[in-house]
């Protein structure tokens, strides 16, 4: 079955980027430590088309996403900045539907990635989605603002939760935007390891 997954890298005081993220500064600044502990997981460095690394927790968890995700949603801001550092061949092997208000043509890459810009809004994404992912998830890959709509229309049916140990102190908000409703979630697993506690939630509806 098709589950719509968020699975997102945390700071503890509940960012997901650092302070003025541009197309220069795609983590924005103080970002860094969220996206630094998965460079040398040996699960990343394969997607990366490189060898050797670590072979543990977290590269596991690494693996189960990119094997369980048929197909990707992400806002343009995210595409924008991952362009250049994605190159011919990014990591997600799988169709990407992003979210724009700016229309541009389809692109193949090699390995299986693909990015359709969607401008008719979240449901047509996720119906896109759905469609090419093949009976595997369909991840909302981020950033924040495109995860909080999903959120907000109630369309995540699991959260995982990368929270790194660090306080940033400002940045880019995830919990921000979702509405005034109260959410239940359900705690499906929690593991801890000296970079992350990587917490996985069911979202109830
Ligand atoms: N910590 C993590 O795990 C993680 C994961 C992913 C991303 N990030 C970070 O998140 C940051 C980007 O996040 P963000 O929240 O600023 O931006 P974003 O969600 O990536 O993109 C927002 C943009 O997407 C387009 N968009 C979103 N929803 C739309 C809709 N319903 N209809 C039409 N267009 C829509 C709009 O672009 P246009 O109007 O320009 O077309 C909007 O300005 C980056 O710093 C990235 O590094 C962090």
């Known amino acids: 079955m098709t589950l719509v997954t968020a699975d997102l890298a945390m700071s503890l005081d509940g960012f997901v980027a650092g302070t003025d993220v541009s197309l220069d500064n795609p983590g924005g600044h103080g970002g860094e430590p969220l996206f630094h502990w998965i460079h040398d997981l040996a699960s990343w460095r394969e997607r990366q088309g490189m060898t050797g690394g670590e072979e543990n927790r977290d590269s596991d968890i690494m693996r189960e996403w990119f094997d369980a995700t048929g197909a990707v949603v992400m806002g343009r801001l995210m595409y924008d900045t991952g362009e250049k550092p994605w190159g011919d061949n990014p990591p997600f092997r799988a169709p990407v539907f992003v979210l724009t208000h700016r229309p541009a043509p389809s692109l193949v890459k090699q ?95």
């Open 111 to 205: 390995g299986g990635t693909s990015f359709t810009f969607v401008t008719d809004g979240i449901h047509s994404a996720l119906e896109q989605a759905k469609a090419a992912a093949g009976g595997r998830n369909v991840d909302i890959a981020g950033g924040a603002r495109t995860v909080q709509q999903f959120l907000r229309a109630g369309l995540v049916d699991e959260l995982q939760l990368h929270v790194i140990p660090v306080l940033l102190g400002g940045g880019l908000r995830l919990f921000d935007h979702i509405g005034p409703d109260q959410r239940k979630l359900e705690v499906i697993r929690v593991v801890d390891t000296p970079r992350a506690t990587h917490l996985k939630y069911r979202v109830l509806a």
